[in-house]
């Protein structure tokens, strides 16, 4: 069972960046689509972005899609969420998932294992 562990969460102001990294244990990361979710105070869990087991397919929620950017390394089984130009509705727990049978990859029911969550919080 491949274990993921997230970091770079944190407090920015609105118009800032952040970086968030998923660290992933267990070889078969590299086979396995992988996404970001969130979930905003008092809301339920939702898509942030998706990408492909060789990292040459993207996928992205419509309120982020140009301002988040996700990528991975395969060789350093770590998965990124490039985030830029952040907005106070931005503020959530963002958590990294994988996905086993690289279907249903918009949805948090498609995913096979979880990391524990990253605290994101914009200021305005």
């Known amino acids: 069972q491949v274990q993921l562990v997230e970091s770079g969460g944190g407090l920015v102001q609105a118009g800032g960046s952040l970086r968030l990294s998923c660290a992933a244990s267990g070889r078969t990361f590299s086979s396995h689509v992988m996404g970001w979710f969130r979930q905003p105070p008092g809301k339920d869990r939702e898509f942030v972005a998706s990408i492909s087991w060789s990292g040459g397919s993207t996928s992205y929620a419509y309120y982020v899609k140009g301002r988040l950017t996700i990528s991975r390394d395969n060789a350093k089984y770590t998965v990124y969420l490039q985030m830029n130009s952040l907005k106070p509705e931005d503020t959530a727990v963002y958590y990294c998932?994988?996905?086993?049978?690289?279907?249903?990859?918009?949805?948090?029911?498609?995913?096979?294992?979880w990391g524990q969550g990253t605290q994101v919080t914009v200021s305005s």
């Open positions: 998932a994988g996905n086993e049978l690289g279907v249903g990859h918009r949805e948090a029911r498609g995913y096979d294992y």
